[in-house]
């Protein structure tokens, strides 16, 4: 069984005597074959455990057992149905890719064909080797590196490296038990906040066979994904919520079926190669918007600037300030809509304060409005504080819920938008927010974590939240269609729910709260790993009394993403204010090329603390660099760019044009740029390397 596109192709086995699996992935750089065959599908249930009994994902009873039944060509992908021999089980794996991309998404949907219920406990979306290239012998074990990332509050998108044989699998001598390893590397989220800790995006790579798998679960709720070892060779398993990791079951009642959330699986030639499949997969799976392209920029009010208090009298002077540079959306974030001081725990109703603004909302909005920018609101949706006055409107069902009791996190009640009265709430608060002001903006921000889930209405606390995740997307996807030309900006403390779920339906992804600018480069240059360049929306936050060169540093930052823009310009100097009117600029012209890029690392992916790092985006004229310097010294930085090796190039600053040059050098051999920093301290550049003409 054979299917694919022109940019992959995969070959699916159909053994008499045993379940569907992997035989061969085609690319046209590729052509890997898996003699290691493991199920595609697994599933796990209270009546079929595992085989030796273990808490993966994979090796599960019902899995092995599944016999191929039927296969279809549908619109936008294969389906292939499988069933249990006694016919009381009915598994289907969807299957779609997008034309010239490297990846494929596959989601499981099971059906309870028996005459009693069936408890789910653990529906994984995709299971797999890791295969060999074809011609190559053996599974080369010790030279698979997994390279896993992890998002913290403040510090987004660490990514470390490790050895599955050195690091993380030590040899176990299994195989004279007769039995495969029991355990797993296992990576999960277990509440809504689905990238804070672990992420759901990963990648395997083989450097001496120039191979890497690149995966993502795209939900925003809970994941797992596991990366185990057989004695045959590695697998890879990718889920959504299970009980062990996460308190889901699912009762399927006879007729009944269940459907996982999407996973994604890229291949492509070493990590660059893998990072720009997935690229151009999450591209073509993103929602239509024209903000896709046109990537305006944006002005907030929030970071490192008013922090939440805004009033009539701080925000006109930033309004005209950030018109006057060039930004072409101005978002007014937290605390428009208090009149106390403190809105923490009475946020809700999302009505204009009286007292923040005496001539009104509506005269702040014009003001943005007749300055030639989209207005903007910061709103948090999803959360109703325990002492406003909707927490005693709506009834009791309308939040997540736990013995009958709702749930409280840092003095909010949390919506649960299964139920129709939250849902009307919230297209209530939009639809007249847009109505009223005609804001064009939201920054949707999401600042707690409920935990495991609702009991309410739910087989388990895992499929109550699984339910709610699920009606947060639709809810998303309601306020698109109601207002095709809004543009929603994606926030969680940061960024703990950067997921592709909800990035499918963003126009940008907040990348971190960080407030100290000298911290922020890491989370600038990894990000693009795990979203896409032109969603990231890093901070670029300069500020009056700083000097040229923190100038530049801040704003470079910002440059090779979605422009976004902070800080007190209406305070700073003229010649300070040269700087960012040129940024933005810059931001202007770059932007056609960020959005079409893919992300490479010509330092290796960042360190949290490495004194120089950097971010590379090819694009089709040439390739954008970043380079921060942050440490006491001035030393050469060497930026490997192996794909232009045996090309001339010609190396401009893109920005900052008017502050002291950095010395460049081209090795054209090894396909290495030198740059050097005139002086120790912060500075940063993005450099333009455009090869010549062959």
Not at 369 to 376: E, K, Q, S
Not at 466 to 474: F, I
Not at 483 to 512: F, K, N, W, Y
Not at 549 to 556: D, G, P, Y
Request: aromatic share 8%.
């Amino acid at each position: 069984m054979v299917w694919g596109s022109s940019e992959l192709t995969l070959t699916l086995d159909r053994p008499i005597d045993g379940p569907v699996s992997l035989a061969a992935v085609r690319t046209p750089d590729h052509d890997v074959r898996f003699a290691h065959r493991v199920p595609v599908v697994e599933l796990l249930a209270v009546g079929g455990g595992h085989a030796p009994a273990s808490p993966r994902l994979d090796h599960t009873t019902l899995g092995g057992r599944l016999r191929y039944t039927g296969h279809e060509l549908v619109d936008d992908g294969l389906v292939v149905d499988q069933e249990t021999p006694d016919g009381a089980l009915r598994a289907r794996l969807s299957l779609q890719a997008h034309e010239g991309v490297a990846a494929f998404r596959a989601t499981v949907t099971v059906t309870n064909t028996s005459d009693r219920p069936l408890v789910l406990q653990a529906v994984p979306s995709w299971s797999m080797s890791l295969g060999v290239p074809a011609g190559s012998t053996g599974d080369l074990p010790a030279e698979w590196q997994l390279v896993s990332g992890r998002s913290d509050w403040l510090a987004e998108n660490r990514w470390s490296t490790r050895s599955l044989r050195a690091d993380l699998f030590p040899e176990l001598a299994e195989e004279l038990t007769g039995h495969d390893p029991r355990d797993a590397h296992t990576a999960s989220s277990t509440g809504t906040w689905s990238t804070s800790g672990p992420l759901p995006v990963g990648l395997l790579v083989s450097e001496p066979w120039d191979l890497a798998w690149a995966w993502q679960v795209e939900h925003n709720g809970p994941w797992a994904t596991e990366v185990a070892e057989d004695t045959a060779g590695w697998t890879l398993t990718l889920s959504g919520p299970t009980e062990r990791l996460a308190g889901w079951t699912c009762v399927l009642a006879p007729g009944a079926s269940f459907t996982s959330v999407p996973a994604t699986v890229a291949v492509g030639a070493g990590l660059p190669g893998a990072a720009a499949a997935l690229t151009a997969h999450r591209r073509a799976a993103r929602r239509e918007h024209a903000d896709n392209t046109a990537m305006p920029v944006v002005f907030n009010d929030y970071m490192n600037t008013l922090d939440g208090d805004p009033t009539t009298d701080k925000l006109l002077p930033l309004v005209d300030a950030a018109a006057a540079v060039g930004a072409e959306v101005f978002c007014i974030d937290a605390g428009w809509y208090d009149d106390s001081g403190h809105w923490w725990d009475s946020v809700g109703e999302w009505l204009p304060s009286t007292t923040r603004f005496p001539g009104g909302l509506g005269e702040v909005v014009e003001h943005i409005r007749a300055a030639g920018m989209v207005p903007g609101l910061w709103l948090e949706p999803e959360v109703v504080g325990v002492a406003s006055p909707l927490a005693g409107r709506l009834p009791d069902e309308a939040f997540l819920l736990r013995h009958g009791q709702r749930v409280v996190e840092h003095d909010r009640y949390h919506l649960d938008l299964r139920h129709p009265a939250a849902v009307a709430h919230l297209d209530a608060v939009v639809d007249r927010l847009v109505a009223e002001f005609g804001v064009g903006f939201f920054k949707l921000d999401y600042n707690i974590d409920p935990g495991a889930g609702t009991d309410h209405d739910s087989d388990s606390l895992g499929d109550g939240l699984l339910g709610h995740s699920r009606a947060v997307l639709a809810w998303l996807d309601g306020v698109l269609d109601r207002h095709p030309t809004l543009v929603l900006e994606s926030c969680s403390s940061g960024a703990m729910r950067a997921d592709a779920a909800i990035l499918s339906r963003s126009a940008m992804q907040s990348s971190s709260d960080q407030q100290d600018p000298w911290k922020y480069p890491p989370i600038a240059a990894s990000t693009p790993l795990s979203v896409l360049p032109e969603q990231v929306a890093n901070w670029a936050y300069p500020q009056p009394g700083m000097s040229p060169e923190q100038v530049a540093f801040c704003l470079v930052t910002g440059l090779l993403g979605r422009f976004y823009l902070s800080g007190y310009l209406n305070r700073m100097a003229p010649s300070e204010l040269a700087l960012v009117v040129e940024a933005v600029e810059v931001a202007k012209v770059l932007r056609h090329r960020i959005r079409t890029s893919s992300p490479v690392w010509p330092t290796g992916l960042p360190g949290w603390t490495d004194p120089t790092l950097s971010l590379g985006l090819r694009t089709a004229e040439g390739d954008l660099v970043a380079v921060w310097q942050r440490g006491e010294a001035a030393t050469p930085v060497h930026l490997h760019l192996p794909h232009l090796a045996g090309r001339e190039v010609d190396v401009t600053v893109a920005f900052p044009a008017g502050l002291p040059s950095w010395d460049t050098s081209w090795d054209h051999t090894a396909g290495v740029l030198t740059v050097h920093a005139p002086a120790p301290g912060v500075g940063a550049r993005v450099f333009d390397v455009v090869p010549r003409p062959s």
